[in-house]
């Protein structure tokens, strides 16, 4: 018997249809059978893990992930057991540490050796470095702090010196007033830095904690770029351009910005040396498979020689919805077909 293409979903959730299932699950599953693909949809319950686990073994050549993080309560238990099909011959899409490694805030620090990221982006895993490199960072530019979770802007601080430190200083002292607006609503709120760290902690601790530290670019005003990729095919550019207000940075929908799709022929500088990037993108991140469905965003930046540049933001390919465009379901299983294709060569 031919074997099956699986999506994984979770019952329950925000992103779901009246019929239960994502909005843009059930046009991919029915784009692979219009193609002679069988495909089916199967809901990831902890308590039927190992039942699961046995059946996709048997029955599947491929799993699509279509899980928002945000719905999935046993994630470390979904990404083992994604892990073991990996290791049993199924194919991932993604792989569960390339969803890890492309869709964690920290692969800015990872990148840095790219013409993505600044070389003054930094990771902190503990309270200690932290507080250790803020001061310093926050005293060389005005800087924007990111936390691993949450979504929509949540936990995401641009940080600014309310009085500019005097020459010659080289770290801000804990007692400077900082001015503190976040890129969930563009709401903004005034601290001391010590108190203002000593609030971040909460961001640091617990599973996967951290706090990525970028300097702020200015120029996100004038909006902030995502590539929607199909594994290495870009398929468009959203222009998120943020609400024009003095203190707005954010470009998320509930903030106010303002979205448009253009092609990727539109942002060709952008897009060709991103994709000549990713060689050395994939190299970084563990050598794994390119996801799926991913995206890429970015914020535009002036270089030395005074020339426009992109520099990368945060990329996701957890569960990246295309429910606004349903027609790329079929472009989707192209892609899947090819996975399977290439896979099934190599393995032969």
Not at 17 to 42: F, H, S, W
Not at 206 to 222: A, K, Q, V
């Amino acid at each position: 018997m031919e074997k099956k293409v699986i999506f994984f979903e979770v019952r329950g959730g925000t992103d779901k249809g009246p019929d239960g299932y994502r909005k843009d699950t059930m046009p991919m599953v029915n784009a692979l059978q219009q193609r002679g693909q069988d495909a089916e949809v199967i809901f990831f319950d902890v308590t039927k893990k190992e039942e699961i686990f046995n059946y996709v073994k048997e029955q599947g050549i491929a799993y699509v992930s279509r899980i928002n993080p945000g719905n999935l309560q046993h994630e470390k238990e979904y990404f083992d057991m994604l892990r073991e099909l990996c290791n049993a011959g199924v194919i991932g899409m993604p792989h569960p540490d390339a969803m890890i490694g492309y869709g964690s805030k920290d692969v800015l620090s990872k990148l840095t050796s790219t013409n993505l990221v600044p070389d003054d982006t930094f990771a902190y895993y503990t309270i200690e470095a932290f507080k250790a490199q803020f001061p310093t960072s926050l005293a060389m530019t005005e800087r924007v702090l990111k936390q691993n979770r949450g979504s929509t802007g949540e936990g995401i601080w641009r940080v600014k010196l309310v009085e500019p430190l005097a020459e010659g200083i080289k770290e801000v002292p804990l007692d400077a007033e900082i001015k503190c607006t976040e890129a969930k609503d563009n709401h903004v709120e005034y601290w001391k830095l010590s108190e203002f760290m000593t609030f971040c902690e909460q961001y640091i601790t617990g599973l996967n904690g951290m706090l990525i530290d970028m300097r702020f670019l200015p120029r996100i005003i004038e909006g902030e770029i995502r590539l929607f990729m199909l594994r290495d095919k870009p398929v468009h550019v959203v222009h998120k351009k943020p609400a024009e207000s003095e203190d707005a940075f954010s470009a998320t929908l509930f903030s106010g910005a303002q979205y448009r799709y253009d092609a990727p022929e539109d942002w060709e500088e952008l897009v060709q040396n991103f994709l000549t990037q990713l060689p050395l993108v994939t190299s970084l991140l563990g050598n794994y498979a390119l996801p799926l469905i991913w995206t890429a965003d970015f914020m535009l930046d002036t270089n030395e020689a005074g020339e426009d540049c992109y520099i990368l933001g945060e990329m996701n390919c957890s569960c990246v919805g295309f429910t606004s465009e349903l027609s790329l379901a079929h472009q989707v299983a192209e892609e899947i077909l090819a996975c399977i294709h290439e896979n099934t060569e190599v393995s032969a």
